[in-house]
């Protein structure tokens, strides 16, 4: 019942590694492309962040760390990361999934690395470039990830410590990479209890409250975070609303929750 997230640079063969990965364990693969597809569900207006993404080449700016449909895309992303890992037996390729379920016992979060000069060769092969133009590819797509990390989770995604194992892709075969990782598998079927499938299931219905709330309530709440304690799914941030504003924001939080309990610890500016 193990999940498997797989962050990679460019032309280390981290797409190829996970897609053979999960043909081989009879996996369901979890592309970037098929996360989009999600989102797309829920609107095409949420997917306009996707186009900056990837052409952005700067930090981001306060603005669009608080716009609201980059909040929104932000979560919606999140939940489909949690929606896809609660079907068990799943290969997730990127969109931060290593940070969204690193409290998540059962899953292994790999990284798959290779030198500048291995994925360099790798990417004049497949696209019948020079060098000079592979390493310009390297260094825009690897800024792009990097990017995306920063603003979602705030996080450096070359630090080691956010992954269960990472392995250099040039300095082994494809099929021994892929039985490396492989033999890790049966340890995290291990930690599959019941109790941590649940603790799961609380994380993607508080994804899943939080994204509704960011995409079907009226009013915007820049600082909203959403956690299950265990008992309930809490509210927190920062607004400034009416009363009936306040009431619509908790119908459209239980119509999300379904049977959870809703706790509000939202707080009005200013106090």
Not at 48 to 54: C, G, L, N, T
Not at 82 to 98: F, M, Q, S, T
Request: net charge negative; with cysteine; aromatic share 8%.
């Amino acid at each position: 019942m193990a999940i498997v997230t797989i962050s990679r640079e460019s032309g280390s063969g981290g797409e190829d590694i996970a897609k053979a990965l999960a043909k081989r364990l009879q996996y369901e693969f979890v592309s970037k492309d098929s996360i989009f597809k999600e989102i797309e569900e829920h609107g095409k207006k949420w997917l306009s962040w996707v186009a900056v993404e990837q052409l952005d080449e700067h930090a981001p700016t306060l603005w669009e760390r608080y716009d609201r449909s980059y909040a929104a895309y932000l979560a919606l992303v999140a939940h489909c990361i949690y929606r896809n890992a609660l079907k068990n037996n799943v290969v997730i390729l990127g969109r931060g999934g290593n940070y969204l379920l690193e409290n998540v016992p059962y899953a292994l979060r790999i990284r798959i690395t290779a030198s500048e000069e291995y994925r360099a060769r790798t990417l004049c092969d497949r696209f019948g470039i020079d060098e000079e133009g592979a390493r310009k590819m390297l260094m825009h797509s690897d800024h792009e990830r990097s990017i995306f990390l920063k603003r979602a989770y705030r996080r450096d995604w070359a630090n080691p410590d956010d992954y269960d194992l990472t392995l250099n892709s040039g300095h082994m075969g494809f099929d021994e990479l892929l039985a490396l990782i492989m033999d890790e598998i049966p340890a995290r079927d291990k930690l599959f209890t019941p109790e941590a499938e649940e603790g799961l299931r609380r994380l993607e219905l508080a994804a899943r409250v939080k994204a509704d709330i960011l995409t079907r309530f009226s009013m915007f709440i820049p600082t909203l975070e959403v956690h299950h304690d265990g008992a309930a799914i809490v509210l927190r941030g920062v607004c400034l609303f009416t009363k009936e504003q306040m009431q619509e924001l908790m119908e459209t939080a239980r119509r999300s929750a379904g049977s959870a309990r809703i706790r509000s610890e939202l707080h009005p500016r200013g106090t």
